[in-house]
Every structure is written in C-alpha cells, then in structure tokens.
C-alpha cells in the first residue's frame, strides 16, 4: 500500500463545476503539500498545511490529522484548472523527506 | 524573478553515454533535490543537498551521481550504469533542509529519452 494516496485518479468536469480531490496518508506527517503540474511539466506549489484550512482564490485546501485525510476544492472551475494535481506528505520521522502522491489528472471542459 | 531554471527542456541521448541535466536557481535556498517522475508514479528522490558541498542519496541514487560546488547549481549525471534513464527529471529547492517554513520551488523539468 503507498504512503500516500490520492483520488480520483481522474476528474473530468464541466466548467464551473466544484471540484474536489481527495488525499489519504498512512504515516505521522509535519506538512502536506498540494502540488499542480502542468502538461508541459513544471510543477507549482499551492498550498503547505500542517492544520486546519488554507484558501487561495478559487483554491481551498484542508486537512484533517486525526482522520490523516486532506482534500483539494476549486470552486468555479475553469479550463486553465485542468492540470495534475499531486499530494505530498512530509514524514515527521527520520530525514523529513516528501513522499508523493501518483496525482489527480482533472480535465475541465468548457 | 527568482526561481530555477533546468537545462534542457528536451534531451535525447545514447544509449551507453553519460549526461548532465543543469538545475540552477537564484532563490538563495539552501537546500536543491533531484526527482525523477515516472508514468503513473510519484516523484521519487534521487539525490539532495541541504548544503554546498553536501549530499545524500535518496531513494533511487544508483546510477546517477551529483555535485554541489556552489549554492545555485545542483547538476546531475546520469550515467551509463542507470538501467533504465528515460523518464521526466524535475529538480526543486527550498530555503532551507526541511521545507518547514517556505516549502519548495520546482522547475520545469527534462525531459531524458535515451534510444
């Protein structure tokens, strides 16, 4: 079973749909991250969460410790959303290395 | 603007040869990583350096070897020994080893087709 896990695998979606992805992990964590890759491979980094709710825009991200589940939400969706979505956890054990998730391809749909 | 900037975009090489992906960044960050991504994987930690002239092999070092002679640049040699090179390599920073305060910034990647 991997560390991290994420779903769907895929989303498709029509614009201005509200969009959810989904993380589960399996390991004590110091910060999750949110990543969004584009087709051309450079990734951005969207949020670092440790607790609670961050919001940025049309972005919200939570994360649930107790439950070791985060989930990503765009609202509004739009064409430019459409990316990969990858989730990474931060051990809080050993060398605090970032562990991946395989990631979230979402397709909007004008 | 700050950021890292990796060399080349697109890299095709022999089968048997060795070669270099450039990964520079003027962020002022500490610590640099390689990651290589793979078809339906997550990104997977080949090397990192939390200092100049300091690194640590990651998860799947065999076969690829790093330097850090200065805090801006973090090349990686892939060489002919690394059984199965093709793949997307994609290289990040953070301010400092533990990514606590400011997270990562990443490249845009390279793209290494061996043939």
């Known amino acids: 079973k991997n560390e991290v896990e994420q779903s769907p695998q895929n989303l498709t979606a029509q614009e201005g749909e509200f969009i959810t992805i989904n993380c589960s992990y399996s390991v004590g964590i110091s910060a999750l991250h949110w990543l969004q890759q584009h087709p051309g491979g450079g990734i951005v980094s969207l949020f670092m969460l440790s607790s609670g709710k961050k919001k940025h825009g049309r972005l919200i991200a939570t994360i649930n410790i107790q439950e070791k589940h985060s989930s990503l939400h765009i609202t509004a969706s739009h064409p430019r959303d459409s990316a990969v979505y990858i989730c990474?956890?931060?051990?809080?054990?050993?060398?605090?290395?970032?562990?991946f998730g395989t990631g979230t391809r979402l397709t909007i749909i004008p | 603007d700050g950021g890292i900037t990796q060399s080349p975009k697109y890299l095709f090489r022999k089968e048997g040869q060795n070669v270099t992906l450039s990964c520079e960044q003027n962020l002022n960050h500490d610590a640099m990583y390689w990651y290589r991504q793979d078809p339906g994987q997550g990104l997977r930690l080949i090397y990192y350096s939390q200092i100049v002239n300091d690194f640590q092999k990651g998860d799947i070092a065999e076969g690829y070897s790093v330097s850090r002679e200065k805090k801006e640049s973090f090349p990686l040699t892939v060489t002919s020994a690394q059984k199965n090179p093709t793949a997307f390599y994609l290289c990040a920073s953070s301010i400092d080893g533990r990514g606590l305060t400011y997270g990562y910034t990443f490249g845009s990647g390279t793209r290494l087709t061996v043939v």
């Open positions: 990474a956890v931060r051990s809080r054990f050993g060398n605090e290395k970032l562990t």
